[in-house]
């Protein structure tokens, strides 16, 4: 696992930072405006229809190929994948279609623009509906290179994409306005499909054949249903947060939204990773009723989540306006901007630890079984999430947004723990309640060194370079003050990491129990 989750690290480290670039040339060339507020309206339904089908598939498909995998029927596996890819572009064509029909239905009822925008929307809409197909496929086969522990080709299909966004964005700009980011998305989705058939097809030969009596697909309806349920009502928190802003100052959307990709800068580096590699693990170990090495994991993986992402949620909080201005300011994204901004950041950073440990848990849940039990779990935190929204919303605007979202993922955390004590017949919590404090106390120290040094140095100068020269201070004067504190009250997780880094075989951080 330690071995696979460094390489998956280092990919997704790559995607993730040029996705950064992708959102550094979003904010120069549109800013906080109402045009990038229509693209990422018009996403909403793409992006619900793909999490609730290729996430439903994606979470349903990896224990079912793992199983197939581990038990040495391979030729089943691919033979289920090759059905499932045909069905996917029969219906996922018709949605497709149907969605581009009805849009200026839906549309306005997703953002509630003024009239020209939403047609600038509805337009967007209609344009990004293919990409449903792309991303659902890409789910099917990436669900089968992770059971077969090849994780490569879908680790880097984001930067593939990503890269293509950045090309096409800044080349077709000044021709297409706000439509170059509808091209941009179409070429990078269809472009990691592009990735990740190779090495599928070095599986086994692709078959152009549906065998609706397959085994694996009667067991793949049993639990798509109800996991699909469980990932709509996490799509949904992301409808309500785009319907809500919507009626707020132009430029509020594309604020959060920026805002929200810093947030998940350190858990798309780490969490993915690890959430990349554990998944199939946890589904390998049930496989082999081996729930003592399933307990493990999970305490294994906690801890790692909040080593990693507790001091960067920090971090993000004392650096919030730095780390936007250097970012994004530039060319339409203006300074006024960089203040809506890095107000809105610490509101999103306040939810990173609990986002993070909730994919770790769901994923041994959905390993385990217990699918029923995450799904009602998702439903309540969803609920949970409007509830406190429409209590915020007047008083804090786009902050009680975040918050909400904190709020709610943190209750979520609590829930998923108590579930995947059920699920696993118990697992001690005591290392992990250790780790939060230790990790917890080295954040706070850091912190506090943090703001020290900001109040005493002078603001860097209005440039590009001083600006980045600046922020790379703080972030490494941070990350030495954080490493510091964990290796001098004995971390194990620092050990660990620094393991990964030299390529030593890990020690256990938690005994079998």
Known sequence: MATSTALVAAATLASTLLGFVREVVYAKFYGASWELDAF???????????GVFSGALVTALVPLFSDYVTTDRRDEAVSLASSLIVVLVVVLGVLAIAGAIFAPWYVPQIARFPHGHALTAIVMTRWLMPTI???SLCGVVAALLNAYHRFWA?????FVANLCIVAIVSLTQSRLGPYALVAGALAGAFAQLAVMIPPFLQLRPFRFAVDLRHPGL????????PIAIGSAAGQIALFFDRFFASVMSPGTISAMNFAVKVVGFPQQIFVTAIATVIFPLFAGQFAHKNRPAMRRSLVTGLQM???????????????????????FERGAFTPEDTVLCAQ???????GLVALAGNVVLTRCLYACGAVRTAILISVFTVALNVALSLAWLPSLGARGLLLANATSQSLQTLALVAAAQRALGGFDVRPILVTLLKVGACSIVMAFALAAVQVGRPPPAPNTIARITSLGEHLLFGSFVFLALARLVDSSELQLATDLLLRRRPRD????P
């Open 305 to 327: 989540v909040i080593f990693l992402t507790l001091p960067s949620a920090w971090g993000l909080c004392m650096l919030a306006g730095p780390i936007v201005q250097t970012l």
């Open 154 to 158: 879908a680790a880097v299909q984001g």
């Open 133 to 135: 197909i792309a991303t």
């Open 218 to 225: 009667v067991r793949l309806l049993h639990v798509l249903g």
């Open 344 to 350: 809105l950041l610490p509101f999103a950073a306040v």
């Open 40 to 50: 990422l309206a018009a996403s909403v339904v793409p992006v619900i229809l793909f």
């Open 509 to 512: 951080l938690v005994p079998l």
